[in-house]
C-alpha cells in the first residue's frame, strides 16, 4: 500500500483550481445562452449561481492544508493523554527504553572520547610516534638514541619538529619526608611538537638544554596545585633532588598529560652532555609533528631515506636500523579498541531487543486500540494523520526514555570511569551536547523502529467495517509477527549470553593458570632510583645488595629480590641473543625474552632451579640462568650450561655464561604461555626496577616497616607503589574484567528483556484467548492440558529462538576470538549452558501466565458471552 | 423543493460524487449536472461543497483526475474511480441500503 503518499499529499496549484473553477463557470455561462440570455447577462448570472469564487478557493486549499504546527501540538497532546491513561504500560516502554539508550548513550561517551575525538592538542592527527626497529629482527621496536634523534630532526623534510622524552621517578627532598614524583626528560622542541605553550612562564631557554647550563623545571599543573596552592609567583621557586636543585621557569596547562597521567615535572636533557654522544645507547620515546599537508606515507618514505642515509654514515650502528612511524592517537588506544568496540555492539544489540520488545508491547496495544482508531477512520480522518499521531506517541515515549537515559549514562560513566581506570583518555569521558545529540539520534531512530511496525498495522484493517465487528467474538490466537518478535529477542539474547558466558570462562581459566611462581605473600613496591646513578654501577650494586640485605633482616620478611618488570604482568624485554661459542647459520636465531633479577629472584618466587646453579655473586663477567623453554628451543639434546651469550642491546653487559636452568614461569602475563627466557643476574636497580619481598603474614601488613628501615638508610629516597604481587595482576587484568563485567551485565539485562518479552506476549495470548480455554474447559478439558498448551507455546518459540542464538553466536564468534583465554569461541560446554538457562528461565516466565490460562472460571466466561 | 447542502446526510454526498464517476470520467460539472438531472432537480449541490468534497476523495486516493477536453473543446478536469474508490463505493453503498431499508421499514411499520 503506498500509504506514505498520504502522508505527502499532491497540492493542486492555484492555477489548476483557476482554471477548473473557470471552466464550471464557463459551462453555467454556455448554459445560460442556450437558455437565451445575452451573453454578459447569462455571464454574470453564472457567476451568481456560482457563488463565492475566493471562498471556494479557500476551502479548496483547506483541503491541502497540512497543518503540521496545529496537528503536532495536536498529537503531542493526545500523546500525553494516552500515556496519562495507561501509566503501567508507559511505564514499562520508558523503563525499558531509558535502560537501553542510557547504556548505550554510556558506552558512546567512552567511544566518543577515546576513539573518536583527537587527542586534546592542537591539530592532533599531526602527532606521530618514531620508534627505532632491526626488520630482520623479531624483537620490539626500540627507544631512540639523542644522537639518532638529532640527525633525524637535521635531515628529515616531512616533520615540523621532533622531539622525544623518557621518564624516571624523582625523590624531591624539599619536605621532611621524601616524596616520589616523575619526572620526564624531554629533547629539545617538545612543546613545539605539542603545540602547547606554558600556562605559566616560558619554555627552556637554549642554556638550559646545553650541558652544564641552568637547571631548569616545568611542572605540571596539579603539583603547582598541590605544592603551591596554585600561587601565580610560582616562577623563580626551587625544587631539590638530593644533592641537585631546580628552578621552576613554566607551569603546563591542566589537560597536558602526556608522556602518562603520572609525569608531574619535565626537565631538558642535554643533547650535547658527552654520555649522550653514543650511537647504541637507546634513551627516548619519539614524538614527531608532521608539517601541515603532509600524509604518514610520506612521513614514513621520508624517514626511511634519512634512515638509508644515516646506515651508510655509521654502517656499524645504523645500517640495520628502519623507522617505524605510528599516529600517537593509534599508539595510545589501539589497546582498548576492540574491548570498546564490543561493549558497543553488545550495547547495541541489548536496544534492539529493547526496541523489539516495546513493539511487542506496541502491537498488542494497537490491537486493544482498533476501536478506537477505527472510529477515527469513519469520521475522516486521513490514514497519515493516524499514523503520524502513533508515531507521536511513540517518539514521545522515546524521548522520556532516552532523556532518563542520560541521566543513567551519567551516573553510569562514573561507574564506567572507576572499572575503566586503566583505559587509556578515561579523563576525557564526559557527558556534553554530543552525548546528548547522540541519545536524541537513538530516540529518533527508536521511534521509528519501534512505532512504524505497529502504526502501519494498526491502521491497516480499518478501512472496512472493524466498527461493527467488535473485538468481543474475535477469537485471533495466531499472532505470528508477535511471536516472531520474541524469537528475535531470545535468539540475541542467547548471542549475548553466549559472548558473556565465553568471556566469564575465559575469566576463569585464566584464574585457574599456574603461573610456575608462587605469587601469594609477595609484596612489591619501587624505590627513586635516577638513570644518572647508572653512571656509577658499583656504587649503585653496594645500594642494592644493601637494602636487599636490610630487608632480608626484617622479622616478618621472609626473602626480598629485585626484578626489572613484575613477574605475570605484560612486559615484554626481547632481544636477539649472539652465542659467543658461534652458531650455525641454519639454527634459529635466539630470540628471547630478557629479565634483569638479582640471585635471590628464584627462591623469593619459588621458581626450582632444574639444573646447575644460580648465578654466582661475583664481580667478574655476570651469568645467567635461562629457563626450561629456551634450553628446549635452542639447545634440544644438548647441555646449554656452560656456553656464554652476549644480548645485541644490553649496552652495559659483556658475555655472560649460562650456569643453570630454571622451570619455566608465566613472566610475561598470566594468558601468555612461558617464552624461552634468559635471567640476567644482575643484583642492580635501576629506574623502574621492582623489589619483591615474601612476607609471612599478609603483604601490605609489612609496608610502613619497610619504608622506615629504607628510610634509615637512605632518607633522601622515596619508597613508593606498595602493592601486593596478586594486585598487579588484577590490575593487568583490568580491561579483561571491565568487558567481562559490563558484557554479563548487559547479557543478563537482555536476558531479563526478552522473558518480559515473553511473558508479556504470552499473557495478551491467554487474555484474548480466554474464552476460547473457559469453553473447552466448560467441555471437559484438563487444566493439564491447557497449561500444557500454553507453555509448549511460549518454549517453542523460544527453542527456535535459541537455535537462531546459537548460530548467531556461531557465526560472531571470530569477534570474541582474540579476546578469549584457554576457551575457544565455539566452546560447546559454555553454548549450551547459555541455551539451558535461557530455556529454564524461559519455562518459568511462560509457567505463569499458562497456569493463569488454566484457573479461567468457564461459568465467568459463558455468562460473559 | 431542491434539497440543499445543510440537509444532506454527512457522507452522502462523497457517496453521490462516487456513485456519478463510476460511471465513467467527467468534471465537476458534469457531476452537477447529472446529480440535478438525475434525482429531477431535487439534490442541486453547491458548488462551494462539491468541489473541496471531490479535493478531498482526490486526496484519499478514492478519486483520480486528469486533465482533458470537453465537448466543447475546453480544458477541464475529468475525473474517475480508482479501484479503492470502487471499493470504498460498495461499502457505502451497501451500509446505506442497509440503513435506507431499515429507516423504510420502521416509518411502514410504525404507520
Known sequence: ?865 | MPIEKSDLLQGTLDMLILKIVALGPVHGYGISLRIRQISKEVLQVQQGSLYPALHRLEKRGWLEADWGESEKGRQAKFYKLSAKGRKQLASEESNWNRLAGAVANIMQTAQ
Open chain 1, 1 to 865: 500500500m503506498s500509504w506514505w503518499k498520504s502522508l505527502f499529499p499532491k497540492r493542486a496549484s492555484d492555477a489548476q483550481m483557476n482554471s477548473e473553477l473557470r471552466f464550471h463557470i464557463n459551462e453555467l455561462t454556455d448554459e445560460n445562452i442556450a437558455a437565451g440570455m445575452p451573453p454578459d447577462e447569462a455571464r454574470r448570472s453564472a457567476i451568481l449561481e456560482f457563488g463565492g469564487y475566493e471562498q471556494v478557493k479557500e476551502d479548496l486549499r483547506d483541503v491541502y492544508r497540512i497543518r503540521l504546527l496545529d496537528a503536532s501540538v495536536a498529537n503531542l497532546k493526545s500523546a500525553f493523554r494516552f500515556i496519562r491513561k495507561s501509566p503501567t504500560f508507559s511505564l514499562a516502554v520508558i523503563l525499558t527504553l531509558a535502560l537501553g539508550i542510557g547504556a548505550n548513550s554510556a558506552v558512546f561517551s567512552a567511544i566518543d572520547a577515546i576513539l573518536l575525538r583527537p587527542l586534546p592538542f592542537p591539530d592532533a592527527d599531526q602527532l606521530m610516534q618514531l620508534e627505532q626497529y632491526n626488520p630482520k629482527v623479531a624483537g620490539p621496536k626500540r627507544p631512540v638514541a639523542p644522537v639518532r634523534l638529532a640527525d633525524w630532526n637535521r635531515l628529515n623534510s616531512t616533520f615540523q619538529a621532533i622531539t622525544g622524552y623518557y621518564t624516571e621517578d624523582e625523590s624531591e627532598t624539599s619536605g621532611a619526608l621524601p616524596e616520589k614524583i616523575t619526572r620526564a626528560l624531554v629533547a629539545p622542541r617538545f612543546l613545539q611538537v605539542w603545540g602547547i605553550s606554558p600556562a605559566l612562564g616560558r619554555d627552556f631557554t637554549p642554556e638550559e638544554q646545553h650541558f652544564g647550563g641552568p637547571n631548569a623545571l616545568m611542572i605540571s599543573d596539579r603539583l603547582w596545585r598541590r605544592r603551591f596552592n596554585a600561587a601565580p609567583n610560582v616562577i623563580g621557586e626551587k625544587l631539590h633532588f638530593g644533592d641537585y636543585s631546580y628552578s621552576i621557569v613554566a607551569v603546563l596547562p591542566a589537560f597536558f598529560l602526556f608522556p602518562d597521567r603520572d609525569v608531574d615535572l619535565w626537565s631538558a636533557v642535554p643533547f650535547d652532555a658527552p654520555y649522550a654522544q653514543a650511537r647504541n645507547s637507546t634513551w627516548f620515546m619519539v614524538l614527531g609533528r608532521l608539517k601541515s599537508g603532509v600524509t604518514l606515507e610520506q612521513g614514513r618514505a621520508n624517514l626511511a631515506i634519512v634512515q638509508a642515509q644515516l646506515g651508510r654514515q655509521f654502517p656499524q650502528t645504523d645500517a640495520d636500523l628502519a623507522v617505524d612511524i605510528q599516529p600517537l592517537k593509534e599508539i595510545t588506544v589501539a589497546s582498548s579498541r576492540r574491548s570498546l568496540w564490543l561493549l558497543f555492539g553488545s550495547v547495541s544489540l541489548l536496544l534492539l531487543i529493547a526496541c523489539t520488545n516495546i513493539v511487542a508491547l506496541l502491537l498488542s496495544r494497537a490491537t486493544q486500540r482498533k476501536h478506537e482508531i477505527s472510529i477515527r477512520f469513519s469520521l475522516g480522518a486521513p490514514r497519515g494523520a493516524l499514523i503520524a499521531q502513533l508515531l507521536t506517541e511513540a517518539f514521545l515515549l522515546a524521548l522520556i526514555g532516552s532523556a532518563l537515559g542520560l541521566f543513567l549514562a551519567a551516573a553510569a560513566s562514573d561507574i564506567f570511569r572507576s572499572l575503566a581506570a586503566q583505559l587509556p583518555r578515561v579523563e576525557e569521558i564526559h557527558l556534553d551536547a554530543r552525548i546528548v545529540l547522540y541519545s536524541l539520534a537513538c530516540s529518533v531512530v527508536v521511534t521509528l523502529l519501534c512505532g512504524l511496525v505497529p502504526a502501519i498495522r494498526g491502521t491497516r484493517h480499518s478501512l472496512s467495517g472493524s466498527l461493527a465487528q467488535s473485538s468481543r467474538s474475535q477469537v485471533s490466537g495466531r499472532n505470528p509477527l508477535q511471536w516472531l518478535l520474541v524469537g528475535i529477542q531470545v535468539a540475541l539474547a542467547v548471542t549475548l549470553l553466549a559472548g558473556a558466558g565465553l568471556l566469564l570462562r575465559s575469566f576463569q581459566q585464566l584464574g585457574r593458570v599456574s603461573p610456575g611462581f608462587d605469587a601469594a605473600h609477595i609484596l612489591t613496591f619501587q624505590l627513586s632510583i635516577n638513570y644518572g646513578e647508572t653512571a656509577d654501577l658499583k656504587k649503585l650494586r653496594q645500594f642494592t645488595d644493601r637494602i636487599l640485605e636490610t630487608l632480608r633482616a626484617t622479622p616478618g620478611v621472609d626473602a626480598a629480590a629485585i626484578s626489572v618488570g613484575v613477574p605475570g604482568v605484560p612486559f615484554r624485554y626481547q632481544t636477539e641473543l649472539k652465542l659467543i661459542e658461534g652458531r650455525a647459520e641454519t639454527e634459529p636465531k635466539l630470540i628471547a625474552e630478557n629479565r634483569l633479577v638479582s640471585a635471590s629472584y628464584f627462591a623469593t618466587m619459588r621458581i626450582p632451579l632444574l639444573v646447575g646453579e644460580l648465578c654466582r655473586k661475583t664481580d667478574g663477567p655476570p651469568t645467567l640462568v635461562v629457563n626450561r623453554s629456551f634450553a628446549e628451543a635452542y639447545f634440544p639434546g644438548s647441555s646449554v650450561i656452560g656456553h656464554h651469550v652476549q644480548s645485541l642491546n644490553f649496552g652495559y653487559f659483556g658475555p655472560a655464561a649460562i650456569v643453570g636452568i630454571s622451570a619455566d614461569a608465566r613472566e610475561v602475563g598470566l594468558d601468555h604461555l612461558p617464552a624461552p627466557t634468559v635471567y640476567w643476574c644482575a643484583p642492580i636497580a635501576e629506574p623502574g626496577t621492582y623489589f619483591l619481598v615474601r612476607t609471612r603474614n599478609a603483604p601490605m601488613t609489612m609496608a610502613e616497616t619497610i619504608r622506615q628501615r629504607i628510610h634509615e638508610i637512605d632518607p633522601a629516597r622515596s619508597v613508593y607503589d606498595f602493592a601486593p604481587l596478586e594486585q598487579h595482576f588484577s590490575d593487568a587484568l583490568a580491561e579483561n574484567r571491565l568487558r567481562t563485567i559490563l558484557l554479563s551485565f548487559f547479557a543478563a539485562t537482555a536476558l531479563s528483556l526478552a522473558c518480559v518479552g515473553l511473558y508479556g506476549t504470552l499473557s495478551y495470548n491467554v487474555n484474548i484467548r480466554q474464552r476460547e480455554v473457559g469453553l473447552r474447559l466448560a467441555l471437559g478439558a484438563l487444566h493439564g492440558q491447557i497449561v500444557k498448551q500454553f507453555l509448549w507455546q511460549g518454549l517453542a518459540v523460544c527453542l527456535l529462538g535459541c537455535a537462531a542464538g546459537f548460530a548467531l553466536a556461531a557465526a560472531s564468534s571470530r569477534v570474541l576470538a582474540g579476546l578469549l583465554y584457554g576457551v575457544s569461541p565455539s566452546d560447546l560446554p559454555t553454548l549450551s549452558t547459555v541455551v539451558l538457562l535461557v530455556l529454564a528461565v524461559a519455562a518459568v516466565a511462560s509457567l505463569l501466565p499458562s497456569l493463569r490460562a488454566s484457573r479461567v472460571d468457564p461459568m465467568q466466561v459463558l455468562r460473559d458471552e
